[in-house]
């Protein structure tokens, strides 16, 4: 009766853990999926890549030799009806090493206090970043220049990464003074793939 309720306590232990881990600790990318993944987002894009620890990669395209790309996987809990599951996917730092620089030539120091940015939890590569800024922080107080400046950064980008196709936007609101609701002209989205 004893061995019985032993095994009856582990199996209970060992399911326990597996539904709360979502079995992830078992699995993870390895470096062929990685290569296929980068392969679909960026295909025609010669590459060379080096695996690390901790599930993570870096690519080196040969179009971008000064530019390696860290490739990261993440696992994701969330309640699927009850049932705790995890979801494993793989991500790039594109966005950061790209646009993120940029800011700083078309931005103000202050200015740059205020850009945030995250990642969309299920688009890989979807990101967005955010300015949201106080009216008195906008150089010289012109919000179209802001605007136009941002523009120009999504511009520069798109022409200097023409082959990197993440999706990334950028979320300008320029907070009012007084404390009152921002004014529907002073809210703008950017799309980086998407510039006039």
Request: glycine content about 4%; overall charge negative; charged content about 20%.
């Amino acid at each position: 009766m004893k061995i019985q309720h032993k095994a009856f306590t582990t199996m209970v232990f060992l399911a326990i853990l597996l539904t709360t881990s979502g079995c992830h600790l078992f699995t993870h990318y390895s470096t062929e999926e990685v290569k296929e993944y980068i392969s679909q987002n960026y295909p025609h894009m010669p590459y060379t890549i080096e695996k690390h620890i901790n599930h993570t990669w870096t690519a080196t395209f040969d179009a971008y030799p000064n530019l390696p790309i860290l490739i990261q996987e993440e696992n994701v809990n969330y309640d699927g009806g009850g049932l705790p599951i995890t979801d494993k996917f793989i991500y790039t730092n594109i966005p950061l090493v790209t646009i993120y620089p940029l800011f700083q030539k078309y931005l103000t120091d202050e200015e740059l206090n205020y850009v945030s940015y995250r990642r969309y939890l299920f688009g890989e590569d979807a990101w967005s970043f955010s300015l949201t800024i106080p009216y008195d922080a906008v150089h010289n107080h012109d919000i179209q220049n802001l605007f136009l400046r941002i523009n120009q950064l999504c511009e520069e980008c798109k022409n200097m990464y023409p082959q990197f196709n993440t999706t990334m936007n950028i979320r300008v609101e320029v907070k009012s003074a007084d404390g009152s609701p921002t004014l529907p002209e002073h809210l703008k989205i950017f799309n980086v793939n998407k510039t006039k």
